[in-house]
């Protein structure tokens, strides 16, 4: 079996990867209908990609990220270039959509100010903005369901997205989701979960949402922090949210200037002990990660509130492996559970005072 993976992978970057239509899924009267595909699909001429679609190397990271082991070395490539146009084309239609709306909104009395929603706005302009967040969100909904990394679920009989776990994973057989159908992988379907989730949104009150490096902390004192930190390197965050950063910037750029700035999703600090980042040197990985955790506990513990519990929900259950990298240890064989352990000691400090009115 080694020999065979490493032999289909060899042969797989070198170009030799190709792809044949095996069946056309059609909602019958009683269900799904699986038909053979007749010469005309087969011959079905492709569209040719689009060349505003987004584009960047895969990160080469096979334990996240599987396809550039088999010549899939791109993001266009793990798609077709059928399901590149549609990204592309509600992609675009987001910016007529906000005009749109902001003109309605202007008509139906919102204040016409020019106020963006990024600057603290609540006008006509600041509305159409947040209309326009919600559909770029609905073109990622779109993106993760139109891969050609999307398998096919026989018990559901649908098409199951792409990020089916956390990792980008190489797959034999896709299935290709229609967009204008009513079927999973829709856009009506991706709307309408963007539609319920407005819906349950609290209303009472203002929110504010920002993005900060917690090692750095800020002007804000009294916080009460409650947090769910990364572990060492189960789940590499910033290199699978360039999939769906990469959509959103093109849709939303000018809304949101100061979160898309970059064309990809800052690596440098962020907190994950990732060998290939520092030239597969594990020691390094884990330094970084344990001092750069170590240095937001304690800033975390200087901005919280005292009256409060800084609270952290650490759900890491199987045992860590020193083999692996992923152990936080002391350097003994084989495997210890050593999470709690080195989380614990991260956050280690002085006692925190105790406010007066909870003294005895």
Request: glycine share 10%; net charge negative; hydrophobic share 40%.
């Amino acid at each position: 079996m080694p020999f065979l993976a490493s032999h289909v992978q060899s042969q797989a970057r070198l170009g030799l990867l190709g792809e044949r239509l095996m069946a056309v899924v059609c909602q019958g009267p009683r269900g799904r209908v699986y038909l053979s595909p007749t010469a005309e699909h087969e011959s079905a001429k492709p569209l040719s990609l689009d060349p505003s679609a987004p584009d960047y190397d895969l990160p080469k990271n096979p334990r996240w990220v599987s396809p550039p082991s088999f010549g899939l070395t791109r993001l266009q490539q793990l798609f077709t270039p059928r399901q590149l146009t549609a990204l592309t084309t509600f992609r675009d239609l987001i910016a007529r959509c906000r005009t749109e709306v902001r003109r309605d909104a202007e008509q139906a009395g919102l204040a016409a100010d020019g106020v963006r929603l990024n600057d603290g706005g609540s006008g006509a302009a600041a509305y159409a903005d947040a209309v326009a967040t919600y559909m770029a969100l609905a073109v990622d909904k779109l993106a993760d369901y139109g891969s050609a990394t999307c398998s096919w679920h026989s018990g559901r009989e649908t098409t199951r997205n792409t990020f089916a776990r956390q990792a980008l994973p190489m797959v034999w057989d896709y299935a290709e989701a229609n967009p204008f159908s009513d079927s999973t992988g829709n856009w009506a379907g991706a709307v309408d979960w963007i539609v319920k989730a407005v819906a349950a949104a609290p209303t009472a009150g203002l929110g504010k949402v920002a993005q900060a490096d917690a090692t750095v902390g800020g002007p804000d004192r009294g916080l009460v922090v409650s947090t769910d930190p990364p572990y060492y390197d189960n789940i590499g965050y910033a290199d699978l949210a360039d999939y769906f950063y990469v959509w959103l910037r093109r849709s939303l750029r000018d809304v949101y200037p100061d979160l898309f700035g970059t064309l990809l999703t800052p690596k440098a600090p962020e907190l994950v002990a990732t060998p290939y980042r520092f030239a597969g040197g594990r020691a390094e990985a884990k330094t970084h990660f344990e001092g750069g955790l170590h240095q937001a506990f304690v800033r975390l513990r200087a901005e919280s509130d005292p009256a409060y519990p800084l609270t952290v929900y650490y759900a890491f259950k199987q045992a860590d492996s020193e083999e692996d990298g992923e152990s936080g240890g002391d350097g003994g064989n084989g495997t210890a559970s050593t999470g709690w352990e080195t989380m614990l000691a991260l956050g280690r400090g002085p006692p925190c005072p105790v406010p007066a009115r909870y003294r005895p």
